[in-house]
Structure formats: C-alpha cells, structure tokens
Nanobody, 128 residues
C-alpha cells in the first residue's frame, strides 16, 4: 500500500529553522512533481512550494520566498522543505502532495489543486 509520511515539524522560536521530510513507500517519487501545502486553523489550505519531477524547477509562494527551500532526493524517495527565518505567520499543518506529471515549472504555473495530499501532515509551531 502506497504511503507518504511527513515528519520534522516542531516548535521553534521566531527566526528559527526546521527541516520537513516527506518519505514515500510503496511508490516511486521519480515520476511525481511534489508540493508542500499548509493549512492554519480557520484558514484554507495554501500552496507553499513545489518541485518538478524532471528538471528541478521550483515555485515558491511569495510569503516564503527567500526563506524556504524545497528539494528532493529520488534515491531516498524523499522530499524536503528547509524552512529558515520562521515567522509567526508560518505555523500550520504542513502536508506534502504529489502530482503524476513530468512537466517543468519553468514554463508552467502550478495549480495547487492538481496535487494530491496523502498523509496526515506535520505540525509547525512558532513561539509568539
């Protein structure tokens, strides 16, 4: 049975860092574009970042540009989200999501609704 498990969340001070991981089992991420989405209490789920399955092209939401970095290691069947300079507006449950697609984000604007969320997410909290 295919699974996608997020981990790495926690509680940090403003300005702190966390590294989220998204590990797949029962499927190969090689053919999937991967996205990180987040949902804060009382708010709609929003796209944070995504990375293509082919050329490494990435997209970031304006709110996280320059602070977050998405990456993937297909050999480990894992994607990551390095989050630096965490701010009080960043707390949420963070989900990884996949899209079976071999296109490039150099030429295409992602639609976050094209990505499927599999797992339960991981909670990110920032002291306030």
């Amino acid at each position: 049975q295919a699974q996608l498990v997020e981990s790495g969340g926690g509680l940090v001070q403003p300005g702190g860092s966390l590294r989220l991981s998204c590990t797949a089992s029962g499927l190969s991420l090689d053919y999937y574009a991967i996205a990180w989405l987040r949902q804060a209490p009382g708010k709609e789920r929003e796209g944070v970042s995504c990375i293509s399955s082919t050329d490494g092209s990435t997209v970031y939401a304006d709110s996280v540009k320059g602070r977050f970095t998405i990456s993937r290691d297909n050999a480990k069947n894992t994607a990551y989200l390095q989050m630096n300079s965490l701010q009080p507006e960043d707390p949420a449950v963070y989900y990884c999501a996949t899209r079976f697609w071999d296109g490039s984000f150099y030429y295409t604007t992602p639609r976050w609704t094209d990505f499927a969320v599999w797992g339960r997410g991981t909670q990110v909290s920032v002291w306030s």
